[in-house]
């Protein structure tokens, strides 16, 4: 059985994870426009792998995890510009899934 406290600490850590992506994906976007393709592309998979799952239904179709592969493929190629445009449109498309599913924390 669940307590009611240990459910508010599991709401308390999706909302913290999900701060934690929305902030990493502020980061790589200023990164990203300052010149700097190769922090820009840490931070956002930084806030992809703070949100981890968190995004998805059981239902819902995902394919941002091809969209990832890509990303890295252009990495390997030298376009870190791009494979850093590509992961952070994945983090955006994640964060955004994730405020579909669960609302915001003042819905909750």
């Known amino acids: 059985m669940t307590s009611t406290s240990d459910t508010r600490g599991a709401d308390g850590a999706m909302w913290e ?4 992506a929305q902030a ?7 990164l990203l426009a ?5 922090d820009a592309l840490a931070a956002a998979r930084s806030g992809i792998e703070e949100l981890g799952g968190l995004y998805r239904t059981e ?11 890509a ?5 390997e190629q030298g376009a870190t510009d791009r ?3 590509m992961t ?3 983090l955006r498309e ?3 899934a994730f405020l579909r599913n669960h609302g915001s924390p003042e819905d909750s």
């Open 24 to 30: 990493s994906l502020t980061l790589a976007e200023t």
């Open 34 to 38: 300052t010149g700097r393709p190769d």
């Open 59 to 69: 239902l819902g179709k995902d394919d941002t995890k091809l969209k990832l592969l």
């Open 83 to 85: 494979a850093a445009e």
């Open 71 to 75: 990303a890295e493929d252009q990495r």
């Open 88 to 90: 952070i449109r994945v």
């Open 94 to 96: 994640r964060v955004a």
């Open 17 to 20: 994870a999900l701060a934690g």
